[in-house]
């Protein structure tokens, strides 16, 4: 089944617009399920950067940050979409959010989301996603 951004649109686009357009202090907001639906809404936003957001990924849920950070080398913003699943989280559902990573980016306007799900290391070697994934914004 296909995730839902339509009834909570609205928000879900609001809470984008807070993170690109740098009017505001907001540079990430945190995305999850309404309970078990695929409906996705606004769980939470914030200021602090990757540590403040770090603090509100839920061990029992699938959840997707999109974040803006600065580039140390040319002052910059970047953008990432990350994509959490927490080690409590059904393998049923594991495999079901697996497949929505690809919509949620494309309606983010991200070019390629980092999947942190899966441990940094394995065949391709150790890999810092936050560095390697950060990405403009088509607009």
């Not at 951004?5 to 907001?29: F, I, P, R």
């Not at 957001?53 to 940050?65: F, P, R, T």
């Not at 994934?133 to 088509?138: A, D, I, K």
């Amino acid at each position: 089944m296909s995730v839902n951004l339509s009834k909570n649109g609205a928000t879900l686009m609001a809470a984008y617009e807070e993170v690109v357009s740098g009017k505001s202090n907001t540079d990430w907001a945190l995305f999850t399920y309404e309970g078990n639906t695929n409906n996705l809404r606004v769980a939470q936003k914030g200021d602090g950067g990757l540590e403040d957001m770090v603090e509100e990924l839920n061990s029992g849920k699938v959840m997707y940050a999109f974040c803006r950070v600065r580039d140390p080398n040319s002052g910059l913003p970047k953008y990432i979409l990350i994509n959490w699943t927490g080690e409590g989280v059904k393998d049923s559902r594991k495999g079901q959010c697996a497949n929505h990573v690809s919509t949620i980016a494309g309606f983010l306007k991200v070019r390629s989301p980092c999947d942190c799900k899966r441990p940094c290391g394995g065949r391709r070697g150790p890999r810092n996603h936050l560095g390697q994934s950060g990405q403009s914004v088509r607009r």
